[in-house]
């Protein structure tokens, strides 16, 4: 049996050919295509039961089976599966493209919502149905007959160039190797990264000489620009890294297949001229309709807003590091590829400890549980690893997959977990849905089950090292425990939903400016002394973490938060600005509007052969186009809804009663109301920013 094929359980990943991709998707498009077929035929008044969720039904299918491909590409990428992808995706694209522009299933919902069963509906179905009309509206569903043809042939193109983005992202990114085979310029680096480094070349088949190899992905670029005291190594990986598939980038290689350049205009044409179809001013306008934010005006007030807080601290932050570098490193030019190293040795001076230091504290080993051991607190669940020798088939070897069980014993979720940067993966961490929670029929009158939710959770940090002959456990920076938290908050919203209607269970129908609050609501913990305490040991004695070094962490945490929260803001408005008022067939370029947006916002300006734009995956290959402004909203979101549980009366954060608030009101609700309502239910008013100023240390009390 083909194993795209099999929906009685969880992904068969062994079993799953290259070769099964192509049949797999025509059946499942020709399964899908006769139920809509059936869904349009229909001359009775349309009902949820035998109309909804038929469709529902074979949507999911399609896009189960579909959604393990795309995690097999992103995650153990060839040549192969990538060509495979590639010819499928426009099929798939075609498909939903030609969903959203349906006429008849227009009417047909249009009919359900005017009828009296809709007063009957549960909330979640209501919702559903309300968001589907909206859909078909932004999906082309009431343009002429003679406009449907180019909107969908628009899906199509955008779709192929955003994974044409992401493709030469990866190549580029991958084709980068440094080798350094003299020890003496490879002073200051961690130990640790050494030794990943040296295990990197030995394994590589194309390296002769002994030495270490360096590379653009994050374990191995970061730690050489936070720590190398060569500074022409940095400024080397740095030119490397900010021109990653650009015109400069593919020069340097006689090619021009890698160049993204050309691509975002071309996206970014589409994109208007999709939103001018479909009667917006411009394409922020279609991506505003479904979300929390009312227009693309009130967004740039609001980063504006918060640029203006955050200035006078970015200023000052800055100004420290200059005089810092001049005085006691001897830089009187603070280049970008000097900002990392310069800002490590500050924090080293000023607070009196380095996050390497802190790196030793966090083994995987420990990390992993101390953080399940946060959420089985809060939520009164409880986690436990499945066996690698299970029944469960992994994608690679270093993935992990897990249960979560909840107060009763009953099993409600499951997920993998897969930490490890690889060539074959694609870069980032991200949360990925691969069965979403519902309730499923089953034969025989008045019978059913839920069906549980499963998440993948996909990170890129330094896999564990060879030390003496021993395999030592990966070590991850404070960082990187942030961004797990965070992905994990992600899974969690997945995972602990209530809704037994697939189209707003977990994150699906949550509006994307507030999405990110679960995640980011996470990250919080991170810096809570009841929960580092039962996730460190240091690798080598097994001590705890020390509760000086602690204090030490707690001391830095808004260390250049101004110049941080700048950069957030300056790529926000960059993007917004890029789908609003941004003409991409005008005289003014990309390069130059961000140039712009640079010279009036950031305090640190780029050398001019940076080409950050190329690399700038989350609104042109993802799901953030005129909505990476979300980050700082959800930012927002998040840092009130934390504050709540600083202010439970307990003297703790840690409490199963807000816990259970949170995970009542927001968890559990997933997309089934709007999120403000969810925020208020749960905190009681609307958000307000004071608690983000407060948190980043950007206020005057």
């Not at 009130?298 to 420290?320: G, I, S």
């Not at 949360?431 to 025989?444: Q, S």
């Not at 996470?522 to 001590?543: K, P, R």
């Not at 940076?610 to 690399?615: A, E, I, K, L, V």
Request: proline share 4%.
């Amino acid at each position: 049996m083909n194993s795209l094929l099999d929906f009685s359980g969880l992904p068969r990943f062994a079993d799953i050919k290259v070769e099964h991709i192509t049949p797999a998707v025509e059946e499942l498009l020709h399964d899908c295509r006769e139920v809509v077929a059936k869904a349009r035929a229909t001359t009775t008044l349309p009902t949820w039961q035998d109309f909804v969720q038929p469709v529902v039904d074979a949507n999911e299918r399609l896009s189960r089976a579909w959604g393990q491909v795309s995690h097999l590409n992103a995650v153990m990428n060839s040549a192969e599966l990538r060509e495979v992808y590639n010819a499928n995706l426009p099929r798939i694209t075609q498909y939903y493209a030609e969903l959203s522009q349906d006429q008849a299933l227009f009417e047909k919902f249009k009919q359900l919502r005017s009828s009296e069963e809709f007063d009957s509906l549960s909330r979640a179905r209501k919702k559903i149905v309300e968001n589907e009309l909206r859909d078909f509206r932004l999906g082309g569903a009431e343009l002429p007959r003679e406009k449907k043809a180019r909107f969908m042939q628009i899906q199509e193109e955008l779709s192929a160039l955003s994974a044409k983005f992401s493709d030469n992202l990866l190549d580029a990114t991958n084709d980068f190797i440094l080798l350094i085979e003299n020890e003496s310029e490879l002073s200051g680096i961690p130990d640790d990264v050494l030794h990943a480094a040296r295990e990197a070349a030995e394994k590589d088949a194309s390296i002769s000489k002994p030495g270490w190899k360096f590379t653009l992905h994050a374990p191995s670029y970061l730690p050489v620009m936070q720590y190398a005291d060569n500074r022409v190594l940095r400024e080397n990986m740095y030119r490397a890294y900010v021109t990653r598939a650009s015109e400069i980038d593919s020069l340097a290689h006689g090619t021009s297949n890698w160049d993204n350049m050309p691509l975002i205009n071309k996206i970014l044409q589409l994109r208007q001229e999709e939103a001018k179809m479909l009667g917006f001013d411009c394409y922020a306008e279609v991506s505003l309709a479904s979300k929390m934010a009312e227009s693309p005006r009130q967004v740039l007030d609001f980063l504006n807003e918060l640029a203006a807080k955050a200035r006078p601290y970015a200023e000052r932050d800055l100004t420290e590091l200059k005089q810092f570098a001049a005085d006691k490193l001897g830089l009187e030019k603070l280049e970008s590829w000097d900002l990392a190293y310069a800002s490590e040795k500050l924090r080293m001076e000023r607070y009196a400890f380095s996050d390497q230091e802190v790196k030793q504290y966090f083994p995987e080993n420990k990390v992993l549980p101390g953080m399940f051991k946060l959420v089985e607190a809060l939520y009164g669940i409880s986690i436990t690893q499945v066996p690698p020798s299970s029944h469960v088939q992994l994608w690679h070897s270093d993935v992990k997959f897990f249960n979560i069980h909840d107060a009763r014993g009953e099993l409600i979720g499951q997920f993998y977990i897969d930490l490890y940067a690889r060539a074959s993966k694609r870069g980032g961490a991200w949360m990925d849905d691969a069965i979403t929670r519902r309730r499923m029929e089953l034969p025989g009158a008045g019978k059913s089950a839920i069906q549980i939710p499963v998440a993948y959770l996909t990170c890129n940090f330094s896999p564990p090292v060879t030390i003496n002959g021993q395999i030592r456990p990966a070590l991850f920076t404070h960082d990187e425990v942030i961004v797990l938290f965070h992905e994990f908050g992600h899974g969690l919203h997945h995972l602990l939903t209530q809704v037994e209607d697939l189209s707003v269970s977990g994150i699906n129908g949550v509006e994307w400016d507030a999405v990110e609050l679960p995640s980011q609501f996470m990250e919080n913990f991170c810096w809570e002394w009841e929960v580092l305490t039962h996730m460190t040991a240091h690798i080598e004695s097994g001590a705890p973490l020390p509760r000086v070094l602690f204090e030490k962490m707690l001391a830095a945490k808004n260390f250049q938060s101004g110049m941080q929260t700048l950069r957030q803001i300056e790529f926000a408005l960059f993007d917004m600005h890029l789908h609003y008022d941004f003409d991409p067939q005008g005289e003014k370029t990309v390069l130059q509007l961000l140039d712009d947006i640079r010279s009036q916002m950031a305090v640190v300006i780029p050398p001019a052969f940076n080409r950050f734009p190329s690399s700038f995956s989350h609104i042109f290959a993802g799901g953030y186009a005129a909505g990476y402004y979300s980050y700082k909203w959800a930012e927002v979101l998040s840092a009130d809804a934390y504050s709540l549980f600083e202010e439970n009366g307990t003297g703790q954060v840690v409490t199963s009663k807000t816990g259970e608030r949170f995970r009542n009101e927001i968890l559990a609700v997933g997309g089934s109301r709007p999120a403000l309502e969810s925020f208020i239910a749960f905190r009681g008013r609307e958000p307000s920013i004071e608690a983000l100023l407060r948190h980043s240390g950007m206020t005057t009390a």
